[in-house]
């Protein structure tokens, strides 16, 4: 999955677009009920929940209102790193972050 990239304090978090978070969503068994005007509604059957999410073009959904729909919908989206879309200088500080004893 291709998720955008974002540079915090240093830090790379991957936040995805609205179409990203439907179609985790529709993995998860949600369904479309209603749309008003860029707000789609979404509702699981088997866990009882709504979820509502913003639909604003191709841009990427901001971390606080992801973790909202998360909380409304009672699930974790997956956060994976695809390292191919990222500079040479980032991957470098991500593997020297991530290497033991150091």
Do not use: C
């Not at 008003?36 to 639909?55: C, D, M, Q, W, Y």
């Amino acid at each position: 999955m291709n998720w955008r990239y974002r540079g915090i304090a240093g830090t790379q978090i991957a936040t995805p677009t609205a179409k990203q978070v439907i179609k985790q969503l529709k993995a998860a068994g949600f369904v479309e009920v209603s749309q008003t005007g860029s707000h789609l509604k979404l509702f699981n059957a088997e866990t009882r929940r709504t979820a509502i999410v913003p639909i604003h073009s191709k841009k990427v959904i901001p971390i606080g209102t992801l973790k909202a729909i998360e909380k409304q919908a009672d699930i974790q989206f997956s956060r994976t790193y695809a390292l191919t879309n990222l500079p040479k200088a980032e991957i470098k500080v991500m593997r020297r972050l991530e290497a033991p004893g150091e």
